[in-house]
């Protein structure tokens, strides 16, 4: 997708944002700025690790000492990992403020995407129509015994409706943004792949900042109800881990990583968003909210398919940064590579702790 910024913001942080001449040294700056940035956390990181690590070696007296080292060390980051994230937090939004990417009225100064060519109902009843074209596809299929079986609750069978039923979301709500990026043409709504690799990007930037709320929710949930939260807060992946060696867990990996992210960036930010936008002409107002529908929607719900409030907070953060990378960027494919990263670094790395 191609940025149609007007107003010609020169090295902005965000790539593609500004006039065309800008946008390479954008991205320089970016990445250079983000490597400053994790080379400092690693070296608060490993200045935590090292007595601790020496101090073991010594008096293990050489014995099992690399995967001892390994141990102290994940142990350490772990006990370090509040004032990592928060140290990191900081320095993004320090960045993200230098460049004029989140100071007041900088969306303004970007130039807003040009969402009045379709009135505001319109943008509106396309988000509900690709928000419910799953859940319409999945409620029949539940019920073809010679689909599913006669074990509606099975891995295979779930598998087998939840993956026609993104498909058929995904073809819903891409033939609804072709359609709208026809009517609207500078509304942002274009996919192009090179958008995959500056959505990573985007999420490696933005990374500490939503674990961070996510740890934070944490705390405030345990101290608040007691107790421990969930390792595994989304019932999805509770599921895949209990069955990581079935071909039919691939089916989930692939609904959750290529399936959910396609619709629901469709629908929350390419649609919901842009309503918002069309209706309050306001960049931040449309985000927050936008964002905010979106963490709650994920609270809500059956509890087999919800996620609890804590996690559901970590969600919205994401869905806010999400928000905030289309609209500076102005393509719908950025926020839903950043989106698809996320999905896939949690199934990656709820499987990897179950191996």
Not at 19 to 29: I, K, P, V, Y
Not at 227 to 232: A, D, I, K, R, V
Not at 325 to 338: D, N, Y
Request: contains cysteine; hydrophobic residues 50%; proline residues 4%.
């Amino acid at each position: 997708m191609i940025s149609r910024n007007t107003a010609g913001v020169r090295g902005s942080v965000f790539p593609g944002s500004g006039d065309g001449s800008g946008s390479g040294r954008g991205l320089g700056g970016w990445l250079l700025t983000w490597g400053i940035v994790l080379c400092g956390i690693a070296a608060v990181a490993s200045g935590a690790t090292e007595t601790g690590s020496a101090t073991l070696a010594q008096a293990s007296g050489g014995g099992g000492v690399e995967s001892m080292r390994l141990s102290e060390v994940g142990e350490t980051i772990s006990e370090w990992r509040l004032a990592l994230l928060i140290s990191g937090s900081v320095l993004v939004v320090v960045m993200l403020w230098a460049g004029d990417a989140i100071r007041p009225g900088s969306m303004q100064r970007a130039g807003l995407r040009n969402v009045k060519p379709l009135p505001a109902p319109v943008w509106l009843l396309s988000a509900c129509i690709a928000m419910l074209a799953p859940g319409l596809v999945a409620a029949p299929l539940s019920q073809m015994e010679f689909l599913v079986g006669s074990d509606t609750d099975s891995l295979a069978s779930m598998a087998k409706v939840q993956g026609i039923a993104y498909l058929a979301g995904i073809v819903v709500a891409i033939g609804l943004v072709i359609m709208a990026s026809k009517a609207a043409a500078q509304s942002g709504l274009k996919l192009h792949w090179v958008d995959l690799a500056v959505g990573l990007g985007l999420l490696l930037l933005v990374f500490p900042i939503v674990l961070l709320f996510g740890d934070l929710a944490q705390l405030v949930h345990r101290e608040l109800r007691g107790g421990e939260t969930e390792h595994l807060a989304h019932p999805m992946l509770q599921m895949m881990v209990d069955n990581k060696d079935s071909p039919w867990t691939w089916v989930l990996i692939a609904s959750a990583v290529i399936g959910a992210p396609i619709v629901e960036e469709a629908v929350y930010r390419g649609f919901l968003q842009s309503g918002l936008l069309r209706l309050t002409n306001h960049a931040w107002i449309s985000i927050i909210t936008a964002a905010a529908v979106f963490g709650t929607v994920h609270a809500l719900g059956p509890s087999d398919q919800s996620l609890p409030w804590y996690a559901a907070v970590q969600v919205g953060v994401l869905g806010l940064c999400c928000g905030a990378a289309f609209e500076r960027t102005k393509r719908l494919s950025v926020p839903i590579a950043m989106h698809a990263a996320f999905n896939a670094v949690n199934v990656g790395l709820a499987m990897w702790s179950a191996s």
